[in-house]
């Protein structure tokens, strides 16, 4: 596609419950990073997936947080036993190559979470 | 751990004036800064960057300085513009993550 896009737009869901959050990166990018933004915040990295190299998930906050990239394309961040303290903007970048900070990430629009 | 701040978080501005936002950062071995706007509902936008063995570099109405002494970045906005209303967030970069500040809201008024 034209850019990263990122499903669902909005999502509000009950606590305890589980969500998913989908990434489709630009085609061709072979590197997928995954942030959140919380309310008047700047973007706390969470995992880093570049081809086909173990990701770096240095920056999930806990066990309930996972995230899977299928095919090298399309990635999957779940959040299991959703708390209130997780809503957020979650936002995911992709970058050509990966090959570091220096390699330019565009954003997708996020998906805003709201745990009631 | 490694923090990278703004000195403002809110910067108010007539429109056609020139903008300049600051950011400190503490990591004196990240090698690479990048600026991004984001608006509204939409996630950030690549602006400008700077890598480190530079000191200054110019966009299209924007220009970006790095003073590595005082580890002090700014991003100078010519002309503003009511399109420029926006977030903006410097990062740092040394290696495969960035480091994002918390971010400058940008007013831009008539």
């Known amino acids: 596609g034209a850019g990263v896009s990122q499903s669902p737009s909005n999502k509000v869901t009950e606590k305890g419950k589980d969500v998913e959050l989908r990434c489709d990166p630009i085609?061709?990018?072979?590197?997928l990073y995954w942030y959140r933004q919380s309310l008047g915040q700047g973007l706390e990295f969470l995992i880093y997936?570049?081809?086909?190299?173990?990701p770096d998930k240095s920056g999930l906050p806990s066990d309930r947080f996972s995230a899977e990239r299928t095919g090298g394309s399309v990635s999957t961040l779940t959040i299991q036993r959703t708390q209130q303290e997780d809503s957020a903007v979650y936002l995911c970048?992709?970058?050509?190559w990966g090959g570091g900070a220096t390699d330019t990430q565009y954003f997708g629009p996020g998906t805003r979470l709201t745990v009631l | 751990g490694e923090s990278v701040g703004l000195h403002l978080p809110t910067l108010s501005v007539q429109e056609g004036d020139n903008s300049i936002i600051n950011c400190a950062y503490s990591?004196?071995?990240?090698?690479?800064f990048i600026w991004y706007k984001q608006e509204s509902g939409k996630g950030p936008q690549f602006i400008i960057d700077i890598r480190s063995n530079m000191d200054k570099r110019q966009g299209q109405r924007v220009t970006v300085l790095l003073n590595k002494t005082v580890k002090h970045l700014s991003l100078q906005i010519a002309a503003t513009q009511p399109g420029d209303s926006a977030v903006y967030f410097c990062?740092?970069?040394?290696?495969?993550?960035?480091?994002f500040g918390t971010g400058t809201q940008l007013k831009v008024e008539l």
């Open positions: 085609s061709g990018h072979t590197a």
């Open positions: 990062a740092e970069g040394g290696g495969n993550k960035l480091t």
């Open positions: 990591n004196s071995a990240s090698d690479y």
């Open positions: 970048a992709s970058s050509l």
């Open positions: 997936f570049q081809g086909n190299s173990a």
